[in-house]
Structures are given as C-alpha cells and as structure tokens.
C-alpha cells in the first residue's frame, strides 16, 4: 500500500513540477511571488528518500530544485513547511543568490496551525539578501541569530513579524538592533527571573515603529519602559494576560501611548481584559486619536432571548457622552472622527442616541471634532429606531455622517441552569 501511495505522490510532483516549470519560464524576467506550502498533513514517507538529511541533494526533491533554480528572481518568499526541508533548502542557498529579495515569512507546516520553526537552521541566508525590508519568522530564531548577524541586516528592516511569543527582554534587544522598523507585530511575554537581570543595563531606544501591533500575554512593562515611539501612528493591542490576578498591574499599552505623540491617530484595543479603569484612563492619554475601533466580546459568549442574561460589556459607552451643559469637562477622545465598535451585548438604542447626539451638540459647539462614521455592531434585537433621528441631528448640525448599527442575530440560545428549559434538547445549541 505504501509502495502504491510513493508511485501516486511521485506522479502528481512530476505533473506540478511541469506546470510549475512553464509558469516559471513564462515569467521571463519578472520578479517572483514564491509561495510554497506544505500540507499540515505531510507525511515524510511518501517522499521516495522520507526526506533527505540537511546538506543531502536536492534532485531528491524536484519541485524545490525547480524554484530554487529562480532563486536570482525571488523578490516575495512565504515558506510553510517542515524543518527538515528547510534545512536542505537553506544549506543550497546564500544572500548572493537572493539579490532582489525583499519579504520572507518562513513558518512550521506541521499541526493543524503554523508552529515555530525549532529544529530549522541558520537564516543567514535570507537575512543576508542586500535588499531584504520585510520578516515574518518566529521568535527563537530571531534571538539566537540577533549576535550572529552584523548590525546592517537588522537596519535595513522596515516590517517585522514575530511568529510566537518573544520575551520583553529579548524584544528589547531586538527593537535596539532594527533601526529602520516601521510595521511591527508581536507577541510579548514576561521573562525569565535570569532576563531581568540584564535590564539595569537598559537605555533609552527611540523606535520609529509607525504600526505596532502587539499581543500582551502577561504585561511585560519592565525594561519595555525605556522604548519610546515618536512616530506611532497606528496602534493595534490586545491584552490576553489573566484579568483575575490580585494585584492587577497597569498594561503596556498604556506605557506606549505614553511614549506616543499625542497626533497619534489610530487606535485598536480589546477592553474585555482590561479594567474600566485602564482602559479611561489609556483612552485619555490617547487624547489626540481621530480613529477609535473596539472590541468588546465579553470572556464568555452567552447570548439569550433575555438581554438581562446578557453579559456585561467591557466600557460603558456612556464614558463618550458630553454634558454640554456642564462646561463640557473631562472629555474622551475630542478629535475623534471614525468610531467602530464590535461584539456590543448590553449597549441600550437610548444610550447610542443619547451619546451620539451628545457629541454632534459638542461638535456644532466647536469642542470636540464631528463624528464622521459611526459602526455598532449588537447582539442583540434592535429596540429603537434611532437612526433617522441621528442623522438628521447631524445634517441640522450642518455635518454628514454615516451611521452603521448592525443588530447581529443570537448565534445561540443558551438557557441556564434556573431556567426551565435548562438541560432540555435546543436546534439551537
């Protein structure tokens, strides 16, 4: 059966490798998009050599030797494959070879999501192409080539993308050796009691980072509050650290809008983690923002013909009303403009009315800019009309404004356990 499951797997390559290779000759001289995906399924032994070792040669693998012979016109490379054939890739390849390659993105293929590429080589290879702006790669092969590479593959680094979690220290040194990034996303962790020794040797860095999208798992503020971001334009951050903790420390997200300048103008978070408190007080100091997007899915998604069952949200929207009668004091993101919300459970059709008009009052008053686009998206039914009546308050505000409020259906009932359905068979569960 196996020996039928070789003679298969070898005729379908054969047959990709043709059209490959005439694709490939059509291109002429054009750069190339490779993108070449193994299936999280890959079985070695279906190969006629159950792959070859590191250094083995590469005829024993005829669709990579085929995009390799290009290699002098790779410009794009996304790679999603085993380690073992990475490595026989990388060992036939150097920066020489890769003269006009400008993105790579390498990436285990094994498991049903891509997994850090461990048991790969070196990336010098790829680091070393003279016109290399833009990495995806995952986190330990990074650290361990930081010293390994000299000082100008790090500056020519515009865009980065961190596979797994990196720690703070290590993202530290990482930022302090890319000079030049612009676009970086991440996943930061707290290090290692042995890490933070090394952070009273910390220095200030200023980061020209302009996009930073970052994943928190356990609020790494330490050594990270020496990194400042002069050019932050839009920041994306999501805090997937335990909220339950006893002593619920200040996200990092706040020490980088403090390190922001206040004409930052783009701001996505997830305020389900955070505490009311931190999330006003982030929203605050991000007091220049013209773009606000929110997503508030609750920690448990439990939806129920009774909106008393629903979970609370994690902001009250009530927070971006303004008393215009008050002296209009203490008012959240003045120059906002665009305003998306996402995953909303509790949020009442009078509470977004009387909010939305709360702020074109502001706006024709000359205190806050007008909202230009609003977008609501509800679990819930709609309960009030207000859509006419907010936008006609704009046009006699003299704004225009287009407002979406999504009203999304249950995805499910869910009855508890006081509830006389409970345990009773549902379609809709």
């Known amino acids: 059966m196996l020996a039928i499951r070789q003679h298969d797997f070898a005729k379908v390559i054969e047959l990709r490798c043709q059209v490959v290779k005439e694709w490939l000759?059509?291109?002429g001289t054009c750069p190339l998009s490779i993108s070449l995906h193994y299936p999280t399924s890959h079985n070695p032994a279906l190969d006629d050599t159950n792959l070859p070792r590191r250094g083995a040669d590469l005829g024993s693998n005829p669709l990579l030797l085929l995009v390799l012979s290009f290699s002098r016109r790779w410009k794009q490379v996304d790679l999603v494959l085993p380690p073992s054939v990475y490595d026989e890739l990388e060992a036939h390849l150097s920066g020489d070879l890769l003269p006009?390659?400008?993105?790579?993105?390498?990436?285990?293929c094994r498991g049903p999501?891509?997994?850090?590429?461990?048991?790969?080589?070196?990336?010098?290879?790829?680091?070393?192409?003279?016109?290399?702006?833009?990495?995806?790669?995952?986190?330990m092969l990074l650290t361990r080539d930081i010293a390994m590479l000299p000082p100008t593959v790090w500056n020519r680094l515009t865009c980065l993308c961190i596979i797994q979690s990196i720690s703070d220290v290590a993202f530290y040194d990482?930022?302090?050796?890319?000079?030049?990034?612009?676009?970086?996303?991440?996943?930061?962790?707290?290090?290692?009691?042995?890490?933070r020794r090394l952070s009273h040797r910390q220095t200030d860095i200023v980061s020209l980072i302009k996009v930073f999208k970052l994943d928190d798992l356990s609020s790494p503020v330490g050594i990270l509050q020496s990194i400042y971001f002069p050019s932050l334009e839009f920041l994306d951050y999501r805090y997937t650290s335990s909220p339950f903790a006893v002593d619920f420390p200040p996200p990092f997200f706040l020490t980088i809008i403090k390190h922001a300048p206040t004409t930052f103008w783009k701001l996505n978070f997830a305020p389900r983690k955070l505490s009311s408190i931190h999330s006003i007080r982030g929203l605050h100091l991000a007091s220049g923002i013209t773009h606000?997007?929110?997503?508030?899915?609750?920690?448990?998604?439990?939806?129920?013909?009774?909106d008393m069952l629903m979970p609370e949200d994690c902001?009250?929207?009530?927070?971006?009303?303004?008393?215009?009668?008050?002296?209009?004091?203490?008012?959240?993101?003045?120059?906002?403009?665009?305003?998306?919300?996402?995953?909303?459970?509790?949020?009442?059709?009078?509470?977004?009315?009387?909010?939305?008009?709360?702020?074109?009052?502001?706006?024709?008053?000359?205190?806050?800019?007008?909202l230009r686009h609003v977008k609501?998206?509800?679990?819930?039914?709609?309960?009030k009309d207000i859509h006419e009546a907010v936008l006609e308050h704009a046009k006699?505000?003299?704004?225009?404004?287009?407002?979406?409020l999504n009203y999304l259906p249950y995805r499910r009932v869910y009855h508890d356990r006081f509830s006389p359905s409970f345990l009773l068979a549902s379609d809709n569960w």
């Open 25 to 27: 000759h059509r291109s």
């Open 100 to 108: 006009i390659l400008e993105t790579f993105r390498l990436a285990d």
């Open 113 to 139: 999501r891509l997994r850090p590429m461990t048991g790969a080589g070196s990336l010098r290879p790829f680091m070393e192409s003279p016109n290399l702006r833009r990495l995806c790669i995952d986190a």
């Open 174 to 195: 990482l930022i302090r050796h890319c000079h030049s990034l612009i676009h970086c996303e991440a996943q930061l962790k707290a290090s290692q009691a042995y890490e």
């Open 292 to 306: 606000l997007s929110l997503d508030c899915t609750p920690y448990l998604r439990v939806h129920t013909e009774d």
């Open 315 to 370: 902001l009250d929207f009530s927070v971006f009303a303004i008393n215009t009668t008050g002296g209009c004091k203490d008012i959240l993101v003045p120059k906002l403009e665009v305003l998306e919300m996402y995953n909303v459970q509790r949020l009442t059709d009078e509470t977004i009315l009387r909010v939305l008009l709360s702020r074109i009052d502001a706006a024709q008053m000359g205190v806050v800019s007008p």
């Open 376 to 383: 609501i998206d509800i679990w819930r039914r709609r309960q």
């Open 396 to 404: 006699s505000a003299g704004f225009e404004m287009k407002l979406e």
